[in-house]
């Protein structure tokens, strides 16, 4: 059993303290609109915030994940309201084929507390998100949209 | 929440399809007295024809037969319908059918496959004609309801207007009327120059639910008392399963079952899939593995190699006066040996379907490119009768090809077959999606050109050496044992066709097929084709002491398509003015998919092997564009796929298995690596080429000639990893 704070819930789960934190997000909590791509902190589809920083699900154990405030894709929104990197996300029409979108999403969003004007450098060095579809300079621009509003 | 942006993917029929087993599409029908019967939708709503739900709140529900994957033709397609529909596009949601339903009634909705850059053009004109019947029919409906001649009302935004009284009504209220009628024999379309929807860059209609984490995917398949499955195939291809020691996991925790499946695999099924995994990972398998287990990379290019020589058997794909004859007697000579290797798609999304079986329905949810296929793999591995099947198609985390395919399709029938009435999701690990693709074919080529003594071309030579793909998957398209897609890109005619004018041209494929099982990856035989044809076209200028962009338009005067983007992008990428201070350029073009392509590209070189890209710029004309919005994403994307294939891709085979393991050994490109890609559209009308595959062709060509430019070394092999040659 194990005790995680998802989205300002606190959900008591069946899983060993060993499980991937994805996993017991996407199908002990039920919340599946974080991916799995790889399972070795390669891709990024995976990414959420753990007491607000962008991590890679996937290799962080429930064990560590106790105890912290963890947001998913489904808890970016303020209720009906979506967050600004969505609302980016749909004005400047970013996903193609949107699977590895939740987990860029959430690296933006990180990125953009600890630097709400990034530079190109540094979405460069932030942004280490996979996406084969290449929505790449849709992601760009999103970012420097919010960043200019 | 702000849902207005654009109209949304609808999600009812997702819910219709994943929670109510046997509930379709359509729920009924009215026989009316005299009348055709009407066909409702799941919500009562009429069709009015096959392609056209209309709702009495004015809602038009457009049906798309064809998989939405990323690429944008869920929202094309809707915008045909509804160009001709003449109906509010605010108002405007989609859904699929199920290819149960299609084949019930028929194959109303035609081909479901999504593949070859086919989507729009090859469903243009009969889905433009559902939406131009649904129209007639609507103005006939209001027109008898005000007892008006038809031709005295017309349809725009959903209202209809009868004109010389000024009376309106719209399409939700004369629906049923209109469901009514018979659809007319025959409908005329507009004329291009007259469209208002088609040819904007509307806004997809699909994206929010993609920022929220809503969009349900094959993966996220959730259905009561479902269990999950995870796999391992015989790793070596026509391999088989031995034995598995069942007892050494049957105390972990969640597992529920493990199961043979087939001849070659062995699943576990458990409470949840990370515990399936686990169990898997524990679990003791001897495989069977054959006499493939020899094969390796090394192995594979040594017999690859040995099909350039001429002496070996060849097919002839292109052929005009003797090349070997006027290269023999030629004032000089060029060759040049090429290869491609095999190359993973790496969706996003690994493989997974969920599947239902019991004694007398088989039901699967599953991302597939072609809603069809999953349903006759559905039928095979059940056993059932096609009225006793369907498919659910959801959303793809990425298509490029692989999910054409219906292997992972098979598998979950076969494992929910071993467990009557509960559902099962099988999904693949990364690890098993590297191990078990349906890869780029390997090939090789030599090429030879020959010169007279005033530097013109005179021969091309150009022998293909390697894989079919249609060998192994439809060995039906093979034309007396020759796959004519072999020669995407260097076809004599057709819609891949050659775009330069030689004398004396030999375009020939010596067809070996390795055990690697190889599949349609974006692009397909254009990605190898349009490398070895243009970094050559770069050599032969070199030989010919000319500038490349001058040496191609030389050839090309019999080409006026393929010339004109050629052109587009010589002029954007400035090729008349120098390069900025220490940055190279590089030029392609190729046709496919009924498409003509150009690329150029800007780069910088660091130590001969840091490669900086600076800009690219990509031309197409696809004949019509029906969302340049969407046609410009595909665009860029197919250079950042063509280009992650050319630095970090390439799948080596060893002990008959492949190497690459997850993205770690099989890496993609970042965003820090990717140009902003400027895309030059030039649809010249008149014809309907493909979109999403084209360009990714000139991707790798444009950057490796530019490298060239930059260090005067050719690089005649992919990846670039495996000459150290990397991102700066």
New interface residues.
Partial sequence: MANLTINGKTFTLDV?PD??LL?AIR??A???????????A??G?CTVHVDGVAMRSCGVSVSEAEGKKIT???G??SG???HKV??A???Q??????????GM?MAVAALLIEKPKPTDAD???A??????????????EAIHTIASA | MNKHVSPRLNRRAFVIGTAAVGAGLAIGLDIPFGGPAVVRAADGSPEIGAWVVVRPDDTVVIRIARSEMGQGSLTGLAQLVAEELECDWTKVTTEYPTPGQSVARKRVWGDFSTGGSRGIRSSQDYVRKGGATARVMLIQAAAETWKVPASECTAANSVITHTPSGKTTTYGKVAEAAAKLTPPADVKLKDPKDWKLIGKGVKRLDTVDKTTGAMIYGADVKLPGMLNAAIKDCPVFGGKLKSFDEAKIAGMKGVKKVVKVGDTAVAVVADTWWHAKTALEALPIVWDEGDNAKVSSESIAKWLAEGLDDKQPAYVGNKNGDAKAAIASAAKKVEAVYSYPYQNHATMEPMNATALYTADKCEVWCGTQNGEAAFAAALEASGLPAEKCDVHKMMLGGGFGRRGQTDYVRQAVLIAKEMPGTPIKLLWSREEDMAHGRYHPITQCKMTGAFDANNNLVALHYRLSGQSILFSLRPEALQNGMDPAAFQGVAQSGEAAFGYSVPNLLVEHAMRNPHVPPGFWRGVNVNHNAIYMECFMDELAQAAGQDPLEFRRKLMGNHPKHLAVLNAVAEKIGWDKPAPQGVYRGIAQVMGYGSYVAGAAEISVTDGSKIKVHRIVASTDPGYVVNPAQVERQIAGSFVYGLSALFYGGCTVKDGKIEQTNFDTYNSMRINEMPRVESVMVPSGGFWGGVGEPTIGVAAPAVLNAYFAATGKRIRSVPLRDQNITFA
């Fill in positions: 060993e499980t991937p996993w199908e002990n039920g919340l599946t609109g974080t991916k799995y791509g790889c399972g070795i390669q891709c589809a998913t894709i489904e970016l929104a009906d309201t979506l969505q609302e996300w749909v004005a029409d970013v996903p193609q084929c949107g699977y590895c979108q939740s999403i979405i460069d060095e942004i280490t998100n996979i996406c084969r579809c290449g929505t790449f300079q849709q992601v760009r």
